[in-house]
């Protein structure tokens, strides 16, 4: 089947959506989305981010969709013309809906954790000349604790159902649903039953906002100041391939990784995600790509430089090893390694 | 006319070797004149600053200490959020944050607070990216109008929370606002 989406003209297998098909071309006229995930099954057409304007059915009914249609659940037909980035009525549409999104957000992103890999982040960033019209009171829930690993912030949430179509594919007994209705729905475990299943750790990777947050991470550093590795583990239970958000020698961090679209590659287990934060543990196959745009991309000068070769005694330039003292956050003191470098340069 | 000869400035004088006449030999016109002029400055507004005493005004804009504000109920405003640190070109900045527990809410206004907040004054620069990244109005380089005291130990110029953060009672009185 022959769709166009942007000018741009694809052929694509019966049955695939606009929003698949928009991927398959990339570059500007792939929708933003919130909801749809394409690891999940049935999952999508909630959100309305990815509203496309269809100016041709298709070639037997070449009328023009009056409405605007959700990319992500509309099927393409042979002769379908779609404008994408370039329909000024779809742009207004999406501003829309990320306006209705933040109406209940909390702007709290300098406390969120998920701050700088947000989804909702980078769609409100997207909109231009974004002020909020909203002066009533946000809604609130009262915080709810939902087991050791996972940090539920129900006020963050935006309904995507992403993690209860996650919950319901990928673990036997689903423990955490939607309950209430409009206004009052809100993620919920029902009586606070703990998430307990070895693959719940990936509704923190679905999660587009702060909502679902790593608990063992919650507050030890933020996204940017951490770099990213990929790394993988014998695991009995998943593939093991994870990204390792490393300080230092410290993984402050495992996540699964993570394609272009912020979608994972492959999920992860519990015990990977969790229980693994050595750095021994992993073996590192290197540094993991980022967007150019990305915040773990601002104000990093680091670059490949030229050692400066001065002809003077070392220890001009640096100083003798014993007279180093660690002067700056002295309330977190070396580790073994560390003071261990430091006594065999005492000795010496 | 030879080049030699032109006066360009108009002030080329030819050096003579010509002997001094009897007024001239006592300098005392000379001396009068010279003592006229330093007479002179006695009387006018002086200049110098007698520092430490006195102090000049800074401009409202000078660049100096950092203060981590408090609100007007006196708890802390930073959040420790990491984006003065993400600014900072000279990466002066580093934190450490901890979740705000049930009886500390009249400490820090949000949920999360840095716990250790240091800027290395050795490193920092002065120039305000910090300031202007802090979402919360927290950081302030214009408000403390003070310098940074000079140290004899490397040490003393890593200045924690307990040299930037302003008291409580200059919070709630709105002193640095």
């Not at chain 1, 954790?113 to 409100?124: F, H, R, S, V, Y």
């Not at chain 2, 400055?41 to 600053?49: D, L, Y």
Request: aromatic share 8%.
């Amino acid at each position: 089947m022959k769709v166009t989406i942007d000018e741009h003209t694809i052929e694509v297998e019966p049955g695939t959506t606009v929003l698949q098909a928009a991927r398959m071309i990339g570059g500007d006229c792939v929708p933003p989305t919130m909801c749809y995930y394409s690891k999940l099954e049935d999952c999508g057409g909630k959100c309305r981010c990815c509203l496309v304007e269809i100016s041709k059915g298709s070639e037997r009914d070449p009328r023009p969709m009056p409405k605007l249609q959700p990319s992500c659940v509309t099927a393409v037909q042979d002769g379908m013309e779609v404008k994408s980035a370039t329909s000024p009525r779809a742009l207004e549409a999406r501003q829309a809906v990320t306006e209705f999104l933040l109406i209940n957000h909390p702007l709290d992103c300098p406390v969120c954790d998920q701050a700088g890999e947000c989804d909702l982040q980078n769609l409100a960033y997207g909109n231009k000349n974004f002020k909020t019209r909203y002066i009533e009171q946000k809604r609130t829930y009262e915080p709810e604790d939902i087991g050791p690993y996972i940090q539920l912030h129900m006020n963050r949430c935006v309904l995507c159902y992403r993690c209860v179509k996650l919950a319901d594919q990928l673990t036997p007994e689903r423990v955490h649903g939607v309950i209430g209705r409009g206004d009052h729905a809100q993620i919920s475990t029902y009586i606070s039953k703990a998430i307990d299943n070895n693959f719940s750790g990936n509704m923190i990777d679905v999660c587009p906002v702060g909502a679902l947050t790593d608990k063992t991470f919650r507050f030890e550093s933020r996204v940017w100041f951490n770099k990213p590795f990929n790394a993988h583990r014998d695991c009995p239970h998943c593939s093991g391939k994870v990204t390792l958000w490393m300080f230092g020698d410290h993984v402050q961090r495992v996540t699964a990784r993570k394609d272009e679209y912020h979608e994972v590659e492959e999920f992860i287990c519990n015990e990977c995600r969790f229980d693994h934060k050595k750095a021994e543990d992993w073996v590192i196959e290197g540094p993991r790509k980022f967007e150019k745009d990305s915040v773990l991309n601002v104000n990093n000068y680091t670059r490949q430089l030229k050692k400066v070769k001065i002809d003077t005694d070392d220890l001009v330039l640096e100083g003798r090893k014993q007279d180093q003292k660690k002067i700056s956050m002295s309330e977190f003191p070396f580790d073994q390694a560390e003071m261990e470098a430091i006594k065999k340069a005492n000795e010496e | 006319m030879a080049i030699e000869n032109i006066s360009l400035s108009g002030r080329k004088t030819a050096v003579t070797n010509k002997d001094m006449s009897f007024w001239e030999r006592i300098y005392l016109v000379q001396i009068v004149k010279g003592m006229m002029i330093t007479i002179r400055h006695f009387f006018k507004k002086k200049i110098t600053i007698q520092y430490p005493e006195q102090t000049r005004t800074y401009s409202p804009v000078y660049r100096g200490l950092h203060v981590l504000m408090r609100d007007e109920e006196g708890r802390e405003r930073c959040t420790a959020c990491g984006l003065c640190a993400l600014a900072c070109p000279a990466e002066a900045i580093t934190m450490k944050a901890a979740e705000r527990t049930k009886d500390e809410l009249h400490l820090y206004r949000e949920e999360k607070y840095a716990a250790v907040y240091e800027i290395n004054m050795l490193r920092c620069i002065f120039c305000g990216l910090c300031e202007d990244a802090c979402p919360k109005e927290a950081i302030f380089l214009t408000k403390s109008q003070k310098h940074v005291n000079v140290g004899t130990n490397r040490e003393s110029f890593i200045y924690g929370k307990d040299k930037l953060v302003i008291s409580v009672e200059d919070g709630k009185n709105k002193r640095y606002n």
